[in-house]
């Protein structure tokens, strides 16, 4: 197994960890979502998907929490599921898989940031074609690539500088819902708005899918394990940390817009935030508004194309992936080519549709990411005592049986089509695999 002859510096501490971590989960996604969110269950009772993504966030985010402080490398799932699955058949076949679905997913999560990105940016561009909308993600996404082509310790300076216009971007408009805010708008329910039926749980799952999307991100700190300082005190806390904190903001967000726009209204908008503030305060606080949420987008694809960088650069350095992917830039210590495969591949992803890119991402991701990280932690704690474990789930089994619970309501629920989507991304994965395995790799 060949290893990386040159180290990662550890220059992440707790504070740059929960700002990457909240970087990316916040970002444009509930910006751009909140009409979809709305549009699934027909009403503001689409609240109930927030909550329940956020009760998953946590449990998932204790599963983790545990394995991030018994394995805190670089590389995230991968590293997981190679160590704990080591000593048996799906040792190699787990993570092989991951990196396979993460060619898949990876891409297109960075990528539906651009896609917001550019969404709010034909605020200022009344009239943008969709070739020119292609021009801002291909702009933005070449932009992100040049602030993260550097050192690390770098790197964490500017993720707390853009962390921070994420908290005054979500500060003012909580802020401001919360003064101006009326019951009787947010509240305005349909008729039978709770009637139990095949539709309204369909609808309860596309709220937690588009849920789930946007607190994606508690776990990016996970990703570039190797480069924290103290991991086994630092990752656990920082994901707690940031889904408590996102769970709270995004409720308050929530209710604030709804309860200004009515949600028949809310529904049919590309820039919510902005036609949130041009209600309340005018076209020009509007435009302001709209910068930040743009500062705020650019913050998340930065965190995620940070974190994500890093997947293709442990499988390599480990010999599963090509050997080119484990090089360190000369001077900078940063994984340059895997930096440049995946932002170039988000770029290209970008073209694609918000919800084809939402739907498809989360469903080609849940069977080999989220589902296997819980049977990962199982088989640690049952097979594998020789590994440390600093961090210890609370209340386990509980956690890991509604993270399992969660995550499987959203793929059955996700329609037929990105369901078959997710399980031909798997087989192939397998296919792969064993010609991976032919040839000799």
Request: net charge positive.
């Amino acid at each position: 197994m060949s290893q990386p002859t040159e180290k990662l510096i550890r220059g992440f501490g707790p504070l740059e960890a929960v700002a990457l971590n909240m970087s990316n989960m916040v970002g444009a996604g509930p910006f751009i979502t909140i009409p979809l969110i709305i549009a699934s269950m027909g009403g503001p009772q689409c609240m109930l998907g927030w909550l329940l993504g956020a009760v998953l966030a946590l449990a998932d985010g204790l599963v983790w929490s545990e394995l991030a402080a018994a394995m805190p490398g670089t590389g995230g799932t991968y590293l997981y599921l190679r160590e704990t699955f080591r000593q048996t058949r799906l040792g190699g076949l787990l993570p092989f898989l991951f990196i396979w679905q993460f060619i898949f997913s990876g891409p297109l999560e960075i990528a539906s940031g651009y896609i917001g990105f550019s969404q709010y940016v034909s605020y200022f561009w009344r009239g943008m074609t969709a070739g020119e909308a292609r021009m801002v993600n291909v702009a933005v996404g070449a932009l992100v690539i040049a602030l993260l082509y550097r050192r690390i310790t770098t790197v964490g300076r500017i993720t707390v500088t853009l962390w921070a216009g994420v908290l005054v971007t979500m500060a003012w408009i909580v802020v401001s819902g919360v003064a101006h805010f009326h019951a009787r708008v947010a509240f305005d329910f349909p008729a039978h708005a709770f009637t139990f039926s095949r539709g309204f749980a369909a609808g309860l799952g596309s709220a937690m899918l588009i849920a789930m999307y946007d607190f994606m991100g508690y776990y990016d700190i996970c990703y570039t394990g190797g480069e924290v300082r103290n991991p086994a005190r630092t990752i656990p806390r920082s994901i707690i940390y940031s889904v408590l904190a996102v769970a709270a903001l995004y409720a308050l967000m929530n209710l604030s817009i709804i309860g200004v726009v009515p949600w028949r209204e809310a529904m049919q908008s590309k820039f919510i935030a902005s036609q949130f503030v041009e209600t309340l305060y005018g076209p020009k606080a509007a435009a302001v508004a709209t910068a930040l949420v743009l500062w705020t987008a650019l913050a998340s694809v930065f965190a995620l194309l940070l974190g994500y960088s890093r997947i293709p650069y442990a499988a390599a350095a480990d010999g599963h992936f090509f050997g080119v992917f484990a090089r360190l830039h000369p001077e900078g210590k940063f994984p340059h080519v895997s930096l440049l495969a995946i932002g170039l591949l988000a770029i290209g992803a970008s073209f694609w549709s918000l919800d084809a890119v939402i739907s498809a991402l989360l469903t080609s991701r849940i069977l080999v990411q989220f589902i296997a990280q819980i049977f990962a932690l199982d088989r640690l704690r049952r097979h594998r005592p020789e590994i440390p474990r600093p961090f210890k789930m609370w209340l386990y089994p509980l956690p890991s049986a509604l993270a399992f619970l969660g995550w499987a309501y959203i793929f059955l629920t996700s329609g037929w089509i990105f369901i078959a989507f997710g399980l031909l991304t798997l087989a192939m994965g397998v296919a792969a695999y064993a010609v991976w395995r032919r040839v000799g790799a």
